[in-house]
């Protein structure tokens, strides 16, 4: 059983209890299995995202909304991402459904119903060795 209270899924374990999954610890789960993804430049979290960077903080789940429907084992997730120039839109998306998919599933035990990519913006090589040099200036 999986209910949606406080932004958690909760999974009956049997006799020994329950396992609570914040809705956070999936998106992050999510965030790292898209960005291993070839031709994926960054995901795009907003102003929030943008914000926690650049006082130094990483945000694991920046572009991802995670919804676990109410009473059921499922979860649907929104990633919205910054493609790499060169590569193709399409193929891109495809390999980060499946990676996220397998990914939740694996680490939770969740079903993952949907998993849809938003291609917000394309970043150039030239645009990411500068963001580069900045970070680490």
Do not use: H, W
């Not at 998919?101 to 990411?128: S, W």
């Amino acid at each position: 059983m999986v209910t949606n209270n406080v932004n958690r899924a909760e999974i009956e374990s049997g006799d020994m209890g329950t396992t609570q999954i914040a809705n956070d610890v999936i998106a992050v789960i999510a965030g790292l299995a898209a960005t291993d993804v070839r031709g994926v430049a960054d995901m795009s979290g907003g102003l929030v995202g943008g914000i926690a960077e650049r006082l130094g903080r990483k945000n694991l789940s920046k572009g991802v909304k995670v919804e676990v429907a109410p009473d059921e084992r499922q979860c649907s997730v929104d990633l919205s991402i910054i493609a790499e120039y060169g590569y193709r839109i399409p193929d891109v998306a495809l390999e980060i459904q499946e990676g996220v998919k397998q990914a939740i599933e694996g680490m939770t035990g969740l079903d993952v119903v949907a998993v849809n990519v938003n291609v917000l913006g394309i970043a150039f090589k030239e645009e990411r060795d500068e963001e580069q040099k900045e970070r680490f200036r």
